[in-house]
């Protein structure tokens, strides 16, 4: 890049970062430090703004740089990813949304204990929501240093290594400092942003092809390589059997994941009702919607104008499609309309990875805090001592997360965020569900669901092509790959209800149906909800 591209986007870059640590500064002197303030941002937001914050939790990185990147190289297979990010809010709307505002505080946890023994449950989905958490925090920071290294003009170790520890450094800021309140505010500044970048670079692309979309689409497949393959199913996933059921493993993760992420769930107590709560989620569903089928003009166009070939050889994982696009549509590397949009869209990428390291930090220390520190504890911890806790565990979890990012740079960042779904969708899933509607559950059972979930999933994922076996492998020198698929949900989500229902057979505690029944009615009316 130019020292122009350079320079600018520097500027934008640096005028978002101090725009929001002037907003966690402010925040920081405002709130009085109790847990409601620091995990819940005092439940005072309206669902319209709490509506902005999940669609920004949720457009992540992976959303704007990597679902791109995948339609630009892939085609039909690569829209995989909007669909299912897409279509896995319904589940989110009709089955968990308001019942979880309902039954919970400020974790996923909360949910679950309201009938079962305290201290096993938390413990097993405290680390269950730390591990989906560090996973999503991973694809954030691989996006992070591809991104600021094709700023930079150079693919070195050393650009990459330094931007995903300052991303990392900033993420720790905004949580220690201003909590969930601070943490709502970035993310509503920063869906603004990717929403406005994103309209603006959906209407060049279809200005460019005079608003025929079928044009758009053959001239994607004519520069692809690959012809009418590009616009039909089996580009990526359909070679073989093995990739056929790679296909099917990951829709079910993107499609049911979305209900078990973490710091998703934890937007649904910054509001004061359920109402409000399942309001929230309609404004979520527009907002994210729309992004989500312009992520597939832009991938497209991607194709068509820049060309996958080009992109490729940018990023080989295909992260770098958008800021490319953009300086195609700006009118090219030497023109001031393309060093401009440039900047823009790379500084809205920036802005992205920014605001949704800080919710993911914020839930993950949340469940350290409230559900791993109060339950190893032999007396329940005071409130002030939890936050204390709360905010160590940011920088802990920010160091895993660095060190992680570095490792798998070279991943697709679209790609790591299906892994974490997959991980939430077998882990925390089963046991939201069973609590919420089976009556005979147990805490065995609620124990057993997380692990059985957990553990194969994480397993699967280590002795997968992910990571040994393949040239594209984080280990391509060593080769311990025992597992085909390369997203373990098909075999690990099954699991995750089999090992639930199984501890709950087996189990000899007797369920308590009076609090099943006290539960049933909070999570349906909201009466006693806090």
């Not at 589940?91 to 308001?98: D, K, M, Q």
């Not at 497949?221 to 089996?234: N, W």
């Not at 605001?355 to 002030?384: K, N």
């Not at 994922?461 to 594209?472: D, I, N, T």
Request: aromatic residues 10%.
């Amino acid at each position: 890049m130019t020292v122009d591209h350079q320079t600018l986007a520097l500027l934008l870059f640096s005028a978002f970062v101090a725009i929001t640590l002037a907003i966690t500064t402010w925040v920081s002197r405002s709130r009085h430090g109790s847990a409601e303030e620091f995990y819940a941002g005092g439940r005072l937001f309206s669902p319209m703004e709490n509506g902005f914050a999940i669609a920004g939790d949720y457009m992540s990185a992976a959303s704007f740089l990597g679902i791109s990147g995948l339609i630009a190289l892939f085609g039909y297979d690569g829209m995989l990813y909007s669909v299912g990010f897409l279509v896995a809010w319904l589940v989110v709307l009709f089955l968990v949304a308001e019942l979880v505002r309902n039954c919970g505080r400020f974790t996923l946890a909360d949910v679950v204990v309201t009938r079962m023994r305290e201290r096993p449950v938390r413990i097993a989905l405290g680390t269950s929501s730390v591990t989906v958490s560090v996973l999503y925090l991973v694809a954030q920071m691989v996006g992070a240093g591809t991104l600021v290294a094709l700023l930079l003009g150079g693919k070195g170790e050393a650009t990459q290594t330094w931007t995903v520890i300052c991303v990392g450094a900033l993420m720790v800021i905004y949580v220690s400092l201003g909590g969930m309140r601070a943490t709502t505010w970035i993310q509503i500044v920063k869906s603004v942003l990717l929403l406005g970048g994103t309209v603006t670079l959906t209407a060049l692309v279809l200005v460019r092809f005079h608003g025929d979309f079928d044009q758009l689409l053959l001239t994607a497949a004519e520069r692809s390589g690959h012809g009418e393959a590009f616009l039909a199913p089996g580009l990526k996933y359909g070679g073989d059997w093995t990739a056929r059921f790679d296909f099917i493993s990951l829709g079910l993760a993107l499609v049911l994941g979305t209900a078990g992420l973490p710091h998703i769930l934890s937007r649904f107590y910054t509001v004061p009702t359920a109402r409000a709560a399942r309001r929230s989620v309609v404004w979520a569903i527009g907002l994210i919607g729309g992004f989500y089928l312009m992520t597939i003009v832009l991938g497209f166009g991607a194709a068509a104008i820049v060309g996958p070939e080009a992109v490729r050889g940018s990023n080989a994982a295909g992260n770098t499609a958008v800021p490319l696009l953009a300086l195609d549509l700006g009118g090219g590397a030497q023109s001031t309309g393309g060093t401009v949009l440039f900047a823009v869209v790379a500084a809205i990428a920036f802005a992205t990875i920014l605001a949704v390291v800080a919710g993911i930090t914020l839930s993950s220390s949340a469940s350290v805090a409230h559900d791993l520190y109060a339950s190893l504890r032999r007396r329940r911890a005071e409130p002030r001592s939890e936050v204390a806790v709360a905010r160590v565990a940011a920088v802990g979890i920010g160091v895993v997360a660095i060190a992680l990012g570095l490792l798998a740079r070279d991943l697709n960042v679209a790609f790591l965020v299906g892994l974490a779904f997959a991980v939430a969708a077998s882990a925390n899933l089963p046991v939201l569900l069973y609590s919420l509607f089976w009556r005979d559950f147990t805490t065995r059972g609620a124990v057993w669901a997380v692990y059985g979930g957990l553990v194969p999933a994480v397993v699967l994922v280590v002795l997968s092509p992910v990571v040994s076996g393949s040239a594209e492998s984080l280990f391509p020198g060593v080769d311990f790959q025992y597992f085909p698929l390369q997203n373990p949900g098909l075999v690990s989500i099954p699991l995750g209800f089999v090992a639930g229902w199984l501890g709950t057979v087996t189990s000899a505690e007797i369920p308590d149906e009076a609090r099943h029944a006290e539960t049933e009615v909070r999570s349906l009316t909201g009466a006693g909800a806090v």
